[in-house]
Every structure is written in structure tokens, then in C-alpha cells.
């Protein structure tokens, strides 16, 4: 589904990405773990192609994407939830899910159910603008508005940040849901390692820019986690 190989990316004259090799199978979970500055977001931004690789490939159902822009991604299946929701404040909720169709490789003129059937509580506030949302319904609307495409690849970069545990529990489920449906694969960063434990099928763990680790969840023991993840 997803190849990555040898990637090098950074921001200006600064290396952040080192190298980095890694893939997603079709239908999996993975789970990319690591301190807090090591290039996660990075990582996820390059993938997307709104960070430029320096060095290596980036390559989705075996089509090179490296050079692609990131419009050009998202109409080859790709969804992406960034770190921070980037919610269009001005655009009512109905707007914001709407424009997830851009993405669309079928041209639907429609929401479909199955993007909006994840998050009900959505459909009752499709009139109010999306910067009146809480941070949590803000975090559910640019889900929904990645799935809206209907992608067979969905990049979730830290969607539990500074939400509240009910919604926690909501996208625990709805991924959860994606996963059992076996139709689409997720990238996942996110810090906390109960909910990854919960979800993911294999696991990367970055160090300064590079895959230090990689493996199952029965591998994810103490040790691996007191070396490469405890503060």
C-alpha cells in the first residue's frame, strides 16, 4: 500500500528526516511512535508531499509519488488528518466535510454515508461554522472530512492531542471500525501508547530523524519502551 524508502527531509538547512524506511499492507494499522521532536509530523507531511524529499522514494499501490504534489496524492487515495486539524474556521461543518470531495477519484457530488455515519453528533451541527466547535468535534469534522474521499490509505497525525476522553474513546472505535471494515490501511502517530497498543498491528519508533525500532505488538515490551520512549 505504502513504501517509503530512504527518505531525507527536512526545513531549510536542517535535516530532519534521515533515511527513513518503512511500509503499510493493505488493511494494517501501523502505529509510528517516538519522543517528542524526532520528525513524526515530518515524516507525515513528506509522505503527503507538503514537505519536499530531499533523498528516497515515496511510493503507494507501486506508483512513485515523490515528486507529486500533495492535491495530486490526495486524488490518488491518500487522507490525511494533520496535527492541529486545520479546520477552515469561516466554512460551516457541512462546508468543511463538502470539501473532502475535492479528493474524491469517483467525482461524488455527495457526502458519503459512510464518512458522516462514524461521527453522528457531526450531522446536528452541519449549520454552525467549524471554528465555533470544541477541539474535540473539530478533531471528528477533518476525520470525517478525510474520509469523505472514501482513501484507501488514511494518515492520522496525533488525533487524541488535548481532547477529551469521551471523543478519545469515539476515535479509538471509529478506527477500530475502519480497521474490521479491512478496506483501508492507517498510518497512525500518536503519543499515547494505550491507545496504539489498542489499535495497531505493527509499530516504527523514530530516533533523531530515523527508524530506531520496528515490529509486532508482542514485541513492544517494557525494555523497548523504557529505551526509546519514557521521557
Given at each position: ?11 531549510g538547512?536542517?535535516?530532519i ?45 507501486g ?7 500533495p ?9 490525511y ?5 486545520e ?11 463538502l ?9 461524488r457530488k455527495t ?11 457531526l ?28 482513501p484507501?490509505?488514511l ?5 487524541c ?23 483501508t ?16 498491528d ?24 523504557r ?5
Open positions: 500500500m505504502l513504501a517509503v524508502q530512504q527518505l531525507e527531509a527536512g526545513y538547512e536542517s535535516v528526516l534521515r533515511g527513513v524506511t518503512l511500509q503499510v499492507r493493505p488493511g494494517q494499522v501501523v502505529c509510528l511512535l517516538g519522543r517528542n521532536g524526532v520528525g513524526k509530523t515530518t515524516l507525515m507531511k513528506s509522505i503527503m508531499g507538503v514537505i519536499k524529499a530531499r533523498k528516497g522514494t515515496v511510493a503507494y499501490k506508483s512513485d509519488l515523490t515528486k507529486r504534489a492535491g495530486q496524492r490526495a486524488k490518488k487515495g491518500i487522507g488528518v494533520p496535527q492541529g486539524r479546520v477552515f474556521a469561516q466554512l460551516t461543518v457541512f462546508e468543511n466535510v470539501l473532502g470531495l475535492e479528493a474524491s477519484t469517483a467525482k457526502i458519503p454515508e459512510s464518512a458522516i455515519a462514524k461521527f453522528p453528533v450531522q446536528a451541527m452541519y449549520g454552525r461554522r467549524g471554528g465555533d466547535l470544541s477541539g474535540g468535534q473539530q478533531q471528528q469534522l477533518a476525520f470525517a472530512r478525510a474520509l469523505a474521499s472514501e484507501d490509505l494518515l492520522l497525525d496525533e488525533p492531542e488535548g481532547i477529551q476522553p469521551s471523543i478519545v474513546d469515539d476515535i479509538r472505535d471509529v478506527i477500530r471500525s475502519i480497521k474490521a471494515d479491512g478496506k490501511a492507517i498510518l497512525l502517530v500518536e503519543q499515547s501508547l494505550e491507545f496504539v497498543k489498542s489499535v495497531g505493527y509499530f516504527y519508533i523514530l530516533e533523531k530523524g530515523a527508524v530506531a525500532w520496528e515490529g509486532s505488538l508482542g514485541d513492544l515490551n517494557d525494555e523497548v519502551i529505551h526509546y520512549l519514557t521521557v
